[in-house]
């Protein structure tokens, strides 16, 4: 069973780009692939911002990545750009981390004008990280979610492009290289 690892780097407890990376960590699931979520924030601040690889929370992070077949990268846009956690978190990769790796660009915002954020700016870093494959981007307008006690909802015209890209996502995942 191929590992999927969703990096979510949200510094807020209340997320909604936490919540869409559970989400797409179900939807792998239940194609029978091992898929877990690292969430940045949750990891200790002082050793990740000292890039202190040797932390035992930190490494076992680091060790996840490379565990990895695919990665998914979530991040909420701020200032046209992804989350400095996300970026804190991604600059303690070795120079080619993502070598052999398909990776999914996932964002969160609130307008549609932040949508080159992909292209532009996470697109980039997972290509210079060694990906073997970018799919499809995605994102995802935050008027599109909704919270409650049931977790997270989605409008079923994001649903299904979402769930596109997923499954475009999951034909990478195990097309040869």
Known sequence: MSKVLV???????TSKTELVGDYIARRLAENEW?????????????????????????????DQVAQADGIVLATPTYKASFSGLLKTFLDLLPQYGFTHKV????????STAHVLVLDYALRPVAHSLGARHV?????????????????LHIRSESTGMLDDVIEQFRKALVAPF
Request: glycine share 10%; no cysteine.
């Open 7 to 13: 990096i979510s780097g949200s510094p807020s407890p």
């Open 34 to 62: 091992h898929a877990g979520h690292l969430k940045v924030r949750a990891l200790p601040a002082e050793p990740l911002l000292r890039a202190d690889t040797a932390h035992p929370r930190i490494a076992t992070a680091l």
């Open 103 to 110: 990776v999914l660009p996932l964002a969160t915002g609130g």
């Open 135 to 151: 799919v499809q981007s995605f994102f995802l307008l935050d008027k599109h979610m909704t919270r409650d006690s049931g977790g």
